[in-house]
């Protein structure tokens, strides 16, 4: 069996030769931004698809635990502005409800039943990151959490990146991992610079400096246990590796770029990493780019000052827009709201 340590290697020679195509296929003047700092002012997050089967049985609390979740999808919540979809699948007959869920893999134990997915266009993976009983507790910690709370003010800090460590349990093999990791960070952030934008005649582009913080974060961690399966589901593969530390580069506003894992975490693999992140961001089409959102509740579009504005050269959007249109055409199920 090949190791991951190998595919990754593998896979982040492919994302640079592919950066390489997408360069030299753009037009001249491409965007001189660094990835970090573009995906920061300008990539929308991808909304993550939450299913809720509901027999219209509810108390008054998980009634209320619903219009709340309907509120956040619709964008009407000032205080959780979170990345989130409702797909709210409703009858008043529990057989018509299971055989609804069954289409989909997913075997409600009880009503309402939350099953929670990842953005369509943005994650290769079909598979429900978790599945359980709509409750507010469950609700709070896929909404929020303490550790994504500093993240996102770290981003939106102008941190470029926060490596975070996700460790195994096997405090070895963690600290080994951390010492490493703290070691080439440290040295990536003292040595790289950023796109030089007198290659693209524009000389009075801002420099952004580099700037790169590490974080650890155990597995075990009972108010992160939703974002653990965030980080640990966002590869098909990533389950089989649940006895290593894992290195996750997050940028952008909380987009996960992919995992390095055990033997993985190395130099060679967290310095392709960082020279992507920091290089000019070659195709500013965020679907082009790897990366997977996580869930965040935090309002990146006010709180982040664009000073790249004049020197996007492409449409600074992603696809929330067109998978709106797709959203209304799903409305057309009339067992789904």
């Known amino acids: 069996m090949v190791s991951h340590a190998v595919s990754l290697v593998k896979r982040v020679k492919y994302l640079v030769l592919l950066a390489g195509v997408i360069a030299l296929a753009a037009p001249a003047g491409a965007c001189p931004i660094p990835v970090y700092q573009y995906s920061l002012e300008w990539w929308e997050r991808d909304p993550y698809e939450i299913y809720v089967y509901d027999n219209e049985d509810l108390t008054e ?19 959780t502005p979170a990345n989130v979809r409702l797909r709210l699948v409703r009858s008043d ?9 069954a289409l989909r893999g997913e075997e409600p134990e009880t009503f309402p039943w939350m099953v929670v997915y990842y953005p369509s266009i943005s994650s290769h993976s079909r598979e429900p990151i978790w599945m359980g009983e709509l409750s507010e507790d469950n609700l709070e910690n896929l909404l929020d959490s303490p550790k994504r709370q500093e993240i996102s003010k770290r981003l939106l800090d102008r941190t470029s990146v926060v490596w975070l460590l996700l460790e195994s349990g096997n405090s070895s093999s963690d600290d080994e991992a951390a010492a490493l990791m703290e070691e080439e960070v440290q040295r990536l952030e003292e040595t790289l610079v950023p796109s030089d934008p007198s290659a693209f005649a524009l000389d009075d582009i801002p420099i952004f400096d ?54 993985g975490i190395n130099p060679h693999m967290i310095r392709d990493a960082a020279e992507f992140l920091t290089g000019p961001c070659s195709c500013t089409v965020k679907s082009l780019n790897p990366g997977v959102d ?27 827009g067109f998978m709106d249109g797709v959203d209304q055409a799903g409305q057309e199920d009339p067992g789904i709201e």
């Open 61 to 79: 609390e998980q009634t209320e635990l619903i219009e709340r979740l309907k509120r956040i999808s619709e964008g009407n919540d000032e205080n």
């Open 93 to 101: 007959s529990e057989d018509r409800l299971r055989a609804h869920s």
């Open 210 to 263: 580099i700037k790169f913080e590490t974080m650890r974060m155990s597995r075990d961690d009972e108010a992160e246990r939703m974002f653990v399966k965030m980080l640990t589901k966002s590869e098909v593969d990533l389950h089989e590796y649940e006895d290593q530390p894992m290195l996750f580069p997050l940028f952008g506003r909380g987009l996960i770029m992919y995992a390095l894992v055990g033997r």
């Open 294 to 320: 996580i869930i965040t509740s935090v309002d990146w579009a006010g709180n982040v000052e664009q000073v790249s504005e004049d020197f996007a050269t492409e449409d600074p959007a992603g696809l929330g």
